[in-house]
C-alpha cells in the first residue's frame, strides 16, 4: 500500500501537467478576448432614444414589447459594419424580424450618409451619440447584435460581424422558436 | 538568394539535429563508443549551422531585403541600425530563431566546457538538447519561417513596432532567452543522469554552474524588461502580472528553488530528487511560457500574433518534451537513494522549506496566470485576474521564505541550534523592528504594509551582516582584512544575491507605500509641486527623428528656487506606423525618481500632463542587478577556474568513467 | 511583438482618435509658429477635473477595473474611447454618492465579472483565492512528514549514512577541494 502510494506521488506531477495541457488545449480553441453577455436572459436595458432620421421622434424599450426584433450597433467609422451589413439588408428583406439599428458614438450626418451609401435595413435607428446605451447593453466592440423577445428579454448576443452561416445556424432557428 | 541560404542552412541543422538526438542517447544505452563520440561535433555542426541561418536574417535585414516577408513586416529604410539588428526579434519568427540560436550557443557551450564528464554523461546531454533543438528546427521550418519570400518585394516595410525601437529592447530580448534556454542545460543534465541512473553529488557540482548562469541572465532579463515597460509604457507601472511577464518569472522561482536545490545536492548528497524535477520544472516552465505567449490561449500587451496551428505544434512539443520527462522521473526517481542524514531543524530542511515556498509561489502565478482559461475552458464564465489578486496572494507566500532568508545561512548542516541562531540574530531582529517602525514614521504616513516590507528587508540586510562579521571578525585566526580577502566568492555571491533581494525589496514597498501620481493641467508657465521638487512647463517644440516626428515638452525642476536639471518629455509620431507613441522624462535618482508623460493637448498651448515621485524605485533594478552580481561572482569561485580545471581534467575523467556509467 | 500590438493600438485609437492626435499635433505647432510660448505668469497647474480629491477616487477605482477595448489595460490608464467614456461614468456615478461596490456592480451588469482585475470571491473562484494557501499549506505538511519518514528510514538502515559521506568526500577528492568546514556555504 504505502509502496502504492510512493509510486503514485511520483507521478503526481505528470498528473498535473496532463491536466494542464488538456486546458491549454481547449483553450486554443477558446478566445479570451470575447466578453460573453451578462444580460443573457435577462430584461433588455431600459431606454429612450431620438431616431436618427427623424430627430423629433422618440422611441423606448415600451415601444418594441410584443414582438421579436434584433438591434444592431453600428457606426459609420466602424470597418467591420461594412462586412456584415450587405448580410443585413438582405435579411432585413425577408421582413422575418425587425431589426432595429443603435448607432453608436457617430454623428447624424456622418450616419445617414453611411445608410445612403450601404443600404438602410433598419426600421430605424437610435442616435446614440454619447454611447451610454451601448454602455448600458454592455457593448465594447462594434458591430454586436442583440436578439431580444416579446416580453423584452435578450436572449442572443453576437460579438462582431454577422454571417450567413450564423444567421442560419443560431439566429433564425431561435427566432422561430420566440416566435412561436 | 541569402534568404534561401538561410533556409537551407536550417534545414541541414534539421537533419543534424536528428542525429546529435537520437544516436548519442542510444549509444550511451549500448555501450556504442563511436555514436557517443558523435555528440560533440554534432553539436559543434549544429552551432554553426545556425549561425549561419541567424546571420542571413541579419544581412537581409541590413540590405533592406523587404523580399522576405518576415524582413518587410519589421523593418523601413530609415529604421536605425541597432534597430535593424534588433528587428531580428522583433517579430515571432525571428525571435524562435533567436530562441534556437541561444539553445544551439548553450549546446555549442557544453560540447566544449565539458571535457571533465564522463563520455555517457555528454553523450545524453547534448543528445537530450540536440532533440530540444529539433523540435524548435521543426517549428521553425514548418510553421515559422523567418526566410518567407513577398513575391513581389515590398518598396518600404513597415517599421518594426515604435515601442521595440529603443536600446532597452534590443538587450532585454536576448538577455532573457539567455536564461530562459539556459535552463535547458540543468534540464538536459537531470535527464542525463535519471536516463543513466547516477544521480549523485558529482552530478549536481557539474549541473551548477550552467545552472547559476542561465539563472543570472534570466535575472537581468526579467529586470530589463520591467525597467523598460517603466521607462517606455508610459504609466509608470514596472510590473502589471501579465501573462507574459509571468512566463518569465515563474521559471525564475523554479530556478532560484533550483540552485538552492543543487547546492544541498552538491555539498551534502540529499535532496537529489527534489534537485531533478526542479530542473525539469524549471525548463518546463520556460517552454510553457514560449507557448503562452504564441498560441493565442491568452492575452498579453506582450503576445506575438496568434495562430492556432502553432499552438497545436508547441502544445505537442511541451507534451513530449515535459509529459516525457515527468514521466522518466516518475519511473526512475524512486530509485534514487536517500543521501545523509539531517535532522527536522537543519540548513538542509531550512533550505527544503526554502524549496516548498517558492514552488508555491510558482504555483500561485501559475493559478493565476491559468485561471481564467480553466474557468473559460469548463464554461464556468470570464473572469480577469490581475495585479490586485496577485498583489494579495503572491506577498503573504514569500514572506515566509524572505524571513527564512536570514535563518538558513547561519543555520548548521544537520543539526541547527535554534537557541543559538536566535542569540546571535536577536540585534538583527531589534534593529529591524526599529527601521520598520521608522521609516513609515519618517515618510510621513504610517502603513502597517510599509512596515512590514522594512521589517523583511531590514532583517535579510542585518542578518547578512551578522553572518558576515562571524567569519571576518578578527581572532586569533586573522585580521579583517585577510579573512574578507579568504573569503569564497561563491560565500560572498550569497550575500551580496541577499542584499540585492532587501534593496529590491525596500524598493517594492517605499514606491508603493509613497508614490505621488497627479494628472494636471498645464499652460506654458504653470508649475506643479510634486515629491520635492517643482516642475514648471515651458512649452513645446517640434522636431524630426530619424522615422519619426515629434513633439517635445520642455520643464523645469526646481528645487526650492534653485534649477536642478530640465526634462524633455515627448509625444512621437512614427511615419510608417501611423500611432503616436509617449516617450516619458525620467530624472532617476538614488532617492526618487521623477517621472513626466504628455497626455494630450487640450488647447493650442496647454496639455494635460502626468507628473509623478516615485522614492526608490531605482532600488528594485538595483536589487535585481545585485542579485545577478551575486550571481556573477558565485560563478568566479575558485572551483569553477579553468586552469585548475585542465589540470585535473584526465584525472577525473577516469575516474567520472567508472562513476557515471 | 506586431499585429496583436498593433491591432490593439488601432482598436484603441479608431480613425477619429488618430486625427484627433494629428490635429492636436497640428494645433500646437500653429501656436508655436505664431511664438505665443511666452509664459504671462507663472500659475500652479491644476489637477485635472472639477474635484481633484474625486478624481484620484475615481482613478483609483478605474485601476483595478479592465479596459475592455485595449484588454490589456486598466480602465485608468487606457485611453480607448470606451475607457474614456467609462471613466466620465464612473466620476458621475461617485458624485451621485454610490459606493465603490455600487460602481463595480454596475459595470458586472453589464460587462460581466471580466472588468474586475480582483477577481470577485465567488463559487467559481473559491480555488483561485484559496488554492496557494492551501498548496502551501499542503506541501508544508507533506514536508514536515516526508522529514519525519526520512529520519526513520535513516534510523533503521544502517549503510546509508556512511555511503552518502564515502560519495560527497570521493567527489571533493576528485575535483581537488578540501573538505567544507561546518557552517560554511559556498
Not at chain 2, 548542516?413 to 517602525?437: D, G, H, M
Request: hydrophobic fraction near 50%; include cysteine; proline fraction near 5%.
Amino acid at each position: 500500500m504505502s509502496a502504492l502510494f510512493k509510486s503514485l506521488r511520483f507521478l503526481l506531477p505528470l498528473f498535473v501537467f496532463l491536466a494542464i495541457a488538456g486546458f491549454l488545449l481547449k483553450g486554443l480553441w477558446l478566445d479570451p478576448r470575447e466578453i460573453p453577455s451578462p444580460l443573457i436572459d435577462k430584461p433588455a436595458p431600459e431606454f429612450r432614444l431620438e431616431s436618427l432620421e427623424d430627430p423629433g421622434r422618440q422611441i423606448d424599450r415600451k415601444d418594441m414589447l410584443g414582438k421579436v426584433w434584433l438591434l444592431n450597433a453600428w457606426a459609420s467609422w466602424c470597418v467591420a459594419c461594412r462586412e456584415e451589413h450587405p448580410v443585413l439588408v438582405e435579411f432585413a428583406r425577408s421582413s422575418m424580424v425587425p431589426i432595429v439599428g443603435l448607432n453608436y458614438k457617430d454623428t447624424r450626418v456622418d450616419g445617414m450618409r453611411w445608410l445612403a451609401q450601404f443600404g438602410n435595413p433598419y426600421v430605424t435607428s437610435l442616435f446614440d451619440e454619447a454611447g451610454r446605451v451601448g454602455i448600458d447593453f454592455g457593448v465594447y466592440a462594434v458591430p454586436e447584435t442583440f436578439l431580444i423577445d416579446k416580453q423584452g428579454v435578450v436572449r442572443f448576443k453576437q460579438i462582431g460581424p454577422v454571417t450567413p452561416e450564423l444567421l442560419h445556424e443560431k439566429i433564425i432557428p431561435l427566432i422561430q422558436r420566440l416566435n412561436a | 538568394m541569402i534568404p534561401e541560404i538561410g533556409n537551407f542552412a536550417l534545414m541541414v541543422a534539421t537533419a543534424v539535429a536528428v542525429v546529435l538526438g537520437t544516436l548519442p542517447i542510444i549509444g550511451a544505452a549500448r555501450g556504442n563508443v563511436r555514436w557517443m563520440e558523435l555528440a560533440r561535433p554534432a553539436a559543434r555542426v549544429l552551432f554553426l549551422l545556425v549561425v549561419v541561418a541567424s546571420s542571413c536574417l541579419v544581412a537581409s535585414f541590413l540590405h533592406d531585403d523587404f523580399s522576405d516577408v518576415y524582413v518587410a513586416n519589421n523593418s523601413t529604410h530609415a529604421l536605425p541600425l541597432p534597430y535593424k539588428l534588433a528587428a531580428f526579434w522583433g517579430g515571432h519568427e525571428g525571435s524562435m530563431l533567436l530562441w534556437l540560436q541561444i539553445l544551439s550557443f548553450w549546446i555549442f557551450a557544453v560540447s566544449i566546457f565539458s571535457a571533465h564528464l564522463p563520455r555517457e554523461m555528454i553523450a545524453r546531454i547534448l543528445g537530450v538538447m540536440g532533440l530540444v533543438a529539433l523540435g524548435f528546427l521543426l517549428f521553425i521550418i514548418l510553421t515559422s519561417d523567418p526566410f518567407d519570400r513577398l513575391l513581389p518585394a515590398a518598396a518600404e516595410g513597415n517599421d518594426l513596432n515604435p515601442l521595440l525601437q529603443d536600446p532597452g529592447m534590443v538587450v532585454h530580448p536576448p538577455m532573457l532567452y539567455m536564461g530562459y534556454v539556459g535552463f535547458s542545460v540543468a534540464f538536459a543534465f537531470a535527464i542525463a543522469a535519471l536516463l543513466g541512473g547516477n544521480l549523485d553529488a558529482t552530478w549536481a557540482r557539474w549541473s551548477r554552474p550552467w545552472t547559476t548562469v542561465a539563472w543570472t541572465f534570466l535575472t537581468i532579463g526579467i529586470c530589463m524588461g520591467s525597467a523598460w515597460a517603466y521607462y517606455t509604457l508610459g504609466w509608470g507601472g514596472w510590473w502589471f502580472w501579465d501573462p507574459v511577464e509571468n512566463a518569465s518569472f515563474m521559471p525564475w522561482l523554479a530556478g532560484t528553488a533550483l540552485m538552492h536545490s543543487l547546492a544541498v545536492t552538491e555539498k551534502r548528497g540529499g535532496f537529489k530528487v527534489w534537485t531533478v524535477l526542479l530542473a525539469i520544472f524549471a525548463f518546463s516552465l520556460s517552454l510553457l511560457g514560449t507557448f503562452l505567449v504564441r498560441s493565442g490561449v491568452l492575452t498579453s500587451v506582450h503576445a506575438f500574433a496568434s495562430d492556432p496551428r502553432r499552438g497545436v505544434f508547441i502544445l505537442l512539443f511541451l507534451a513530449t518534451v515535459i509529459g516525457g520527462s515527468l514521466a522518466l522521473f516518475a519511473w526512475r526517481a524512486p530509485k534514487v537513494g536517500l543521501g545523509e542524514r539531517f535532522e527536522m531543524i537543519s540548513r538542509e530542511s531550512m533550505l527544503l522549506t526554502n524549496n516548498v515556498l517558492f514552488l508555491a509561489a510558482a504555483a500561485c502565478v501559475l493559478l493565476g496566470t491559468l485561471y481564467p482559461l480553466i474557468l473559460d475552458a469548463l464554461g464556468l464564465g470570464k473572469i480577469s485576474v490581475g495585479p490586485p489578486y496577485f498583489d494579495t496572494v503572491f506577498v503573504p507566500l514569500m514572506a515566509p521564505a524572505l524571513f527564512l532568508m536570514g535563518l538558513g545561512p547561519l543555520a548548521r548542516w544537520r543539526k541547527a541550534n535554534l537557541p543559538e541562531i536566535a542569540a546571535r540574530l536577536k540585534w538583527a531582529f531589534a534593529v529591524s523592528v526599529v527601521c520598520a517602525v521608522l521609516v513609515p514614521l519618517i515618510e510621513g504616513r504610517w502603513s502597517a504594509l510599509v512596515a512590514a516590507g522594512i521589517l523583511l528587508a531590514a532583517w535579510i540586510f542585518g542578518t547578512s551582516v551578522v553572518n558576515l562579521w562571524s567569519r571576518v571578525r578578527p581572532t586569533a585566526g586573522g585580521q579583517i582584512r585577510t579573512k574578507l580577502a579568504a573569503l569564497p566568492r561563491g560565500y560572498v555571491g550569497m550575500l551580496v544575491a541577499h542584499i540585492g533581494v532587501a534593496a529590491f525589496i525596500v524598493g517594492v514597498t517605499l514606491v508603493k507605500g509613497y508614490e505621488v501620481e497627479k494628472d494636471v493641467r498645464m499652460d506654458a508657465g504653470d508649475t506643479v509641486a510634486v515629491g520635492p521638487y517643482t516642475a514648471k512647463f515651458l512649452g513645446t517644440t517640434e522636431g524630426e527623428g530619424p522615422n519619426y516626428v515629434y513633439l517635445r515638452g520642455q520643464f523645469d525642476i526646481l528645487k526650492g528656487e534653485r534649477l536642478v536639471r530640465t526634462m524633455h518629455p515627448e509625444k512621437r509620431q512614427f511615419n510608417a506606423r501611423g500611432e503616436p507613441m509617449t516617450d516619458a522624462a525620467i530624472s532617476p535618482g538614488i532617492t526618487g525618481d521623477l517621472y513626466i508623460s504628455l497626455g494630450e493637448a487640450v488647447s493650442q498651448t496647454a496639455w494635460v500632463v502626468r507628473v509623478y515621485y516615485k522614492p526608490f524605485i531605482d532600488w528594485i533594478w538595483g536589487g535585481c542587478l545585485l542579485m545577478a552580481l551575486g550571481g556573477v561572482l558565485a560563478l568566479s569561485d575558485r572551483r569553477y577556474r579553468l586552469a585548475q580545471r585542465r589540470a585535473t581534467a584526465s584525472e577525473v575523467t577516469v575516474a567520472g568513467a567508472a562513476s557515471g556509467a | 511583438m506586431d499585429e496583436s500590438m498593433r491591432g490593439e493600438r488601432l482598436r484603441g485609437s479608431r480613425a477619429s482618435a488618430a486625427t484627433r492626435m494629428l490635429a492636436a499635433l497640428a494645433l500646437a505647432l500653429a501656436a508655436l509658429a505664431c511664438g505665443s510660448v511666452v509664459p504671462a505668469s507663472a500659475r500652479e497647474a491644476q489637477e485635472v477635473g472639477d474635484d481633484p480629491a474625486a478624481e484620484r477616487h475615481m482613478m483609483r477605482l478605474a485601476s483595478e477595473l479592465r479596459c475592455l477595448q485595449c484588454q490589456n489595460q486598466t480602465l485608468a490608464d487606457s485611453n480607448a474611447p470606451l475607457a474614456v467614456d467609462l471613466r466620465q461614468q464612473i466620476r458621475e456615478l461617485l458624485a451621485k454618492g454610490q459606493s465603490d461596490e455600487q460602481v463595480k456592480q454596475y459595470l458586472v451588469a453589464r460587462y460581466g465579472d471580466f472588468v474586475l482585475y480582483r477577481p470577485p470571491l465567488k463559487s467559481n473562484t473559491l480555488l483561485l483565492w484559496f488554492g496557494p494557501a492551501v498548496v502551501l499549506l499542503a506541501g508544508l505538511v507533506a514536508l514536515f512528514l516526508a522529514l519525519k519518514r526520512r529520519l526513520a528510514r535513516l534510523e533503521s538502515a544502517q549503510s546509508n549514512p556512511q555511503d552518502a559521506d564515502a560519495e560527497s568526500a570521493r567527489a571533493q577528492r576528485l575535483l581537488h577541494e578540501p573538505i567544507e568546514e561546518e557552517g560554511g556555504l559556498s
